[in-house]
């Protein structure tokens, strides 16, 4: 768990490391003044007179009041105030889920989220603040994911004429995973349009069956959802990264290259997610760094933001992979610097197995080989590290629910989804 130093060479969702008076604080923040408005409400009604004697009850300070959502919280009310902390993503997690169960909205994720970013989270979201462009916000938040997003790993992946945001779970996320989901779409849509004056054609996939009533969703998010995909994913047309926003001349280069080192310098000390790392070390399994890939990952294999601008698209996509290493556990724990054993139980922590997570990244792979570089069967079962195209069918159907034809018949089919939808 350590690598020769005092700090941790990840963090789970045990781990303190989300600094109270940040996002967490601003859910807080958020929640006092619901608590405010909601006794404005009560003093306003005839009855609350009645009940005093011809008197208004008397008001709960703001503090009180606080202190009162937060019994059996664990939390204390000092955290948002004079003596702040570190919370846990576990915390942050039973904060947020405190938040929606006495809120009780539709759109509480969504209004929550709206506040995340770039937020007043110190240097790393200065930055995010003074951004040039969407791409380099981008290529930030995933830098400082630790400190912009702990509870979801962000992945900007390029590829051809799109830009995806790909999403996965830095820590385990249980049932509270689509809260979770809508709050960080949220963040970066409302981002988006705050710092660049505009709202952005979005293409939102989610890897759970759509709600009853998809009002809010469209609302905060768009109307162009899909739901029952393999993946939770923000879609764009590549171009749309590079388009400078408004205020990017009102910050010279040296001011957002100040920025970035300081977010840089303030979040160096700060682990990455356990998981992030876990995909991290598969994904480099899977298809290695080589002579033959110059572009390493196939996922990062055109992304990359330099300065303020985003590599060109490279004229000859890099070669399909060949056969990468192994993926075992025992291969991941020494990679990790932990044993075997430590490692399944940190996963099982997590709600999750090994198997899970590498059944995830072999699908991601699969379904990008097939939208992006139009591989057929043998490449991509060879790509994974499948002996043979039966087993790896076999499996793909076991990730998906559908056969690899099937799903490369609507890949090809007039008006695909940006990404592969479950069957049904």
């Not at 208004?56 to 606080?66: G, Y």
């Not at 059996?72 to 997690?93: C, D, H, M, V, Y």
Request: charged letters at 15%.
């Amino acid at each position: 768990m350590f690598t020769g130093s005092t700090r941790p060479a990840w963090y789970d969702a045990g781990t303190p490391l989300i600094p109270s008076l940040h996002q967490p604080a601003l859910v807080a923040e958020h929640m006092a003044a619901h608590l405010d408005d909601h006794l404005d409400e009560h003093l306003d009604d005839p009855r609350a007179w009645q009940a005093g004697g011809g008197m208004p009850a008397c008001r709960t300070p703001p503090d009180a009041a606080l202190a009162a959502w937060l019994a059996g919280s664990g939390l204390a009310p000092e955290l948002f105030g004079p003596r702040p902390g570190l919370l846990s993503p576990a915390q942050w997690l039973a904060l947020l889920a405190r938040a929606e169960r006495s809120l009780a909205a539709p759109d509480t994720a969504f209004e929550l989220g709206r506040m995340l970013l770039p937020g007043h989270h110190g240097a790393a979201s200065q930055a995010l603040a003074q951004a040039a462009h969407l791409g380099e916000a981008l290529h930030l938040l995933q830098q400082h994911a630790a400190r912009l997003s702990p509870l979801l790993t962000p992945r900007l992946v390029l590829a051809g004429p799109e830009a995806v945001l790909l999403w996965t779970d830095a820590v385990g996320l249980g049932a509270q995973r689509g809260f979770v989901v809508d709050l960080m779409m949220a963040a970066v849509v409302g981002m988006a349009q705050w710092l660049g004056g505009e709202r952005l054609p979005w293409r939102l996939c989610f890897n759970r069956v759509a709600p009853r009533r998809i009002e809010q969703h469209q609302a905060y998010l768009g109307s162009a959802l899909r739901f029952g995909c393999h993946v939770d994913a923000m879609i764009l047309p590549r171009e749309l990264l590079q388009r400078r926003w408004p205020a990017a001349g009102q910050v010279g280069a040296a001011a957002r290259r100040a920025a970035r080192h300081a977010a840089d310098a303030e979040t160096a000390a700060l682990p990455r997610s356990l998981l992030a790392l876990l995909h991290e070390h598969l994904h480099q399994q899977l298809w290695p760094r080589g002579p033959a890939s110059a572009h390493g990952n196939p996922m990062d294999e055109m992304s990359g933001l330099p300065g303020d601008g985003l590599n060109p698209a490279p004229a000859v996509p890099a070669p399909l992979p060949a056969p990468g290493q192994p993926c075992t556990l025992e291969h991941a724990a020494a990679a990790l610097g932990t044993s075997p054993a430590t490692l399944k139980r940190r996963l099982a922590a997590e709600g999750t197995h090994f198997q899970a997570e590498l059944d995830q990244v072999r699908s991601h792979l699969a379904l990008y080989l097939y939208r992006y570089r139009g591989a057929d069967n043998a490449q991509v079962a060879q790509a994974l590290g499948f002996a043979d195209v039966p087993n790896f069918r076999r499996s793909f159907k076991r990730w998906t629910g559908l056969t690899p034809q099937s799903l490369r018949t609507g890949l090809i089919s007039p008006g695909p989804a940006p990404w592969p939808a479950a069957a049904g």
